[in-house]
């Protein structure tokens, strides 16, 4: 890894590392930071600060908490800016706890038993591999517009087939055991923003998921995230492209399971292209989504959805228009 980084030795290996990911993220970091020394915990932890050449002061901020923490914190500084999925990795890589949580610094928790509860957890089972728990939805400016996010499943026991169907865990509500991270393909560092589904994928291939009926953690939605302000249209395609290479990391028994999924992705993917008027990709991704899965998975919606892209897309050559430009 490029960079350098600030730290101290500590006294005891920790239990618990904390990875805070940022990027231009200085007037949040603070709260971050404050949330997790806040946690009411009888193991040591570690905060491992992994910023990606913020251009704002967020470096500063890092290092004036490790200045005053200098025996938990850790700052991983950079010279050039890596991506989020590089720098996402190199911040797991310099965890050292049995355990890892993933906080992005614009994120935090709200529940200062949340790391005792967690390593409870998955210290009472060793075959669970990933914990997590609800949390709230808030704007920047402090209001809530969820109460309950995290997955669309109950709270509960899961295996790697609910996993496979929708990411059902958010970065600031999951604690993992350190070290997954380092099976990711090379496809994942090519990835434009989703870090975490194929970490979750790794660990559910060797245990259960666990999720908690608590709510511990407020997810904010900053206008400049790299997922979570992005379209609707971005965020279809870019699932898509998961489920085009996911399959080269789980059994093969999964794999009519992520085709089916990944055909719904390109049927919403022809529909939007075609609300924006661009019908030959609308058809073509219509045709992804009618070659995905098996013949008979989804034929009602996937025919209706390659019939629609063929006529629309018929309908504008007759008329002679033009396709907008791609992006």
């Known amino acids: 890894m490029e960079g350098q980084e600030n730290s101290t030795p500590q006294h005891h290996a920790p239990l618990v590392s904390v990875s805070v990911t940022s990027y231009n993220l200085a007037q949040w970091l603070p709260r971050a930071l404050d949330s997790i020394l806040a946690q009411l915990t009888t193991f040591p932890i570690e905060i491992v600060i992994g910023d990606d050449c913020s251009r704002d002061a967020s470096v500063k901020v890092a290092q004036s908490y490790w200045e005053q923490h200098p025996h938990v914190i850790r700052v991983l500084e950079r010279s050039k800016n890596v991506g989020i999925q590089r720098n996402t ?95 990711v393909p090379a496809w994942y560092f090519q990835l434009k923003s989703m870090s975490d589904w194929p970490l979750w994928v790794l660990a559910a291939r060797s245990g259960d998921i666990v999720l908690l009926d608590r709510v511990m953690a407020d997810y904010m939605l900053t206008p400049n995230s790299s997922f979570t302000s992005q379209s609707s249209l971005f965020r279809h395609t870019n699932e898509a492209e998961f489920y085009e290479l996911v399959e080269s990391i789980i059994p093969s028994q999964w794999h009519s399971l992520v085709r089916a999924e990944k055909g719904k992705r390109y049927e919403s993917i022809a529909y939007l292209l075609r609300k924006q008027g661009d019908f030959t990709a609308s058809r073509e991704a219509a045709v992804k989504a009618f070659c995905s899965p098996s013949l008979t998975d989804n034929l009602g919606s996937k025919m209706k959805a390659l019939l629609a892209a063929v006529v629309r897309e018929a309908e504008w050559r007759l008329k002679g228009a033009q396709s907008p430009s791609r992006k």
């Open 89 to 183: 990795y190199e911040t797991l890589d310099a965890c050292r706890g049995k355990y890892t949580a993933w906080l992005d610094a614009d994120d935090y928790w709200t529940d200062p038993e949340k790391l005792a509860i967690q390593v409870e957890t998955l210290e009472s089972d060793p075959t669970i591999s990933l914990c997590g728990h609800f949390a709230r939805e808030v704007t920047v400016d402090g209001k809530v517009s969820r109460l309950r996010i995290a997955a669309s499943v109950a709270p509960g026991r899961y295996g790697i087939d609910e996993l496979l169907r929708h990411n059902v865990m958010i970065t600031p509500a999951a604690m993992f055991r350190t070290g997954i991270h380092r099976q």
